[in-house]
């Protein structure tokens, strides 16, 4: 009778497992579909702080960077996070708050 038990046991473990490593494999760019490294962007709105790309990151205030200014692509992160060169700085934002400037000189 403790066979089926540590049976079903395994079966559940397994299917646990199973899950979680197509999870692992999500490229960034699966995120950010119409974003690449180098091209132009343009901020939708502006959030609510800025996060600096530095090895120590810190918090910035959100005005650094005009609505109107074009940045730079410069890598995409996991979780749909765009590394984002700016004329004030390189910050992380979030994918969703950018969009691809059309006819800019990185396309």
């Known amino acids: 009778m403790p066979s089926p038990e540590s049976g079903a046991e395994v079966g559940a473990s397994q299917g646990a497992v199973q899950p979680t490593s197509p999870g692992s494999s999500a490229s960034p760019e699966a995120s950010s579909p119409g974003l690449t490294p180098g091209c132009a962007v343009l901020l939708l709105q502006r959030p609510s702080y800025l996060k600096t790309a530095d090895p120590m990151p810190m918090l910035r205030p959100a005005d650094l960077v005009d609505l ?4 730079e692509v410069v890598a995409l992160r996991p979780l749909g996070t765009v590394v ?3 004329r004030r700085g390189t910050f992380l934002i979030d994918g969703a708050l950018l969009r691809r400037q059309v006819g800019g000189p990185g396309d």
Do not use: I, L, S
Request: charged residues 30%.
């Open 84 to 86: 984002v060169r700016f």
């Open 68 to 71: 109107a200014e074009v940045g």
